[in-house]
């Protein structure tokens, strides 16, 4: 069903996404698409283990309170 695109099918996808959004928007869209991903990138890279208590320190914690 999904097949690899060939370079008449890209530039078709262009063509229209063109006609739809028009000349100055397309920039701003990519821009955009691309900050999406990086931060989505950057969040699945992130470690968080650092920021986040480990149980045994939070029963610590809890059992001098």
């Known amino acids: 069903m999904f097949q690899k695109f060939g370079?008449?099918?890209i530039i078709f996808i262009?063509?229209?996404a063109l006609l739809f959004f028009g000349g100055k928007?397309?920039?701003?869209?990519?821009?955009?698409?691309?900050r999406g991903?990086?931060?989505?990138?950057?969040a699945?890279?992130?470690d968080y283990?650092?920021?986040q208590p480990?149980?045994?320190?939070?029963?610590?914690?809890s059992s001098h309170e």
């Open 7 to 9: 370079m008449g099918e």
């Open 25 to 34: 928007k397309i920039p701003e869209l990519m821009r955009g698409l691309g």
């Open 14 to 16: 262009a063509a229209l």
């Open 49 to 51: 283990s650092s920021e």
């Open 44 to 46: 699945a890279n992130k």
């Open 37 to 42: 991903i990086k931060e989505f990138k950057d």
């Open 54 to 61: 480990k149980a045994s320190e939070k029963i610590e914690q």
